[in-house]
């Protein structure tokens, strides 16, 4: 797999985020195979990349509530 130039992404947040900054989490749409998710509040901070599959199948289990705390 080829690096991503991070410079490049368009960031957005979380819907779910607060606007208070806290528990924030950015993703990026500008890639088909991989989605980049990151720290918003350290954005120059580490960036995880999830196959998209895998990313897709991750929010549909969120979604549907298959991690409660």
């Known amino acids: 797999m080829r690096p991503i130039d991070l410079s490049i992404i368009t960031w957005r947040r979380s819907s779910y985020s607060n606007q208070d900054g806290g528990e924030c989490v950015e993703v ?6 991989v989605v980049p998710v990151r720290d918003s509040k350290a954005p120059h901070g ?3 990349a999830f196959p998209a599959s ?14 409660t705390a």
């Open 28 to 33: 990026s749409d500008d890639f088909a195979a």
């Open 46 to 48: 580490p960036v995880l």
């Open 54 to 67: 895998g990313w897709t199948s991750f929010l549909g289990a969120v979604k549907s509530g298959q991690f």
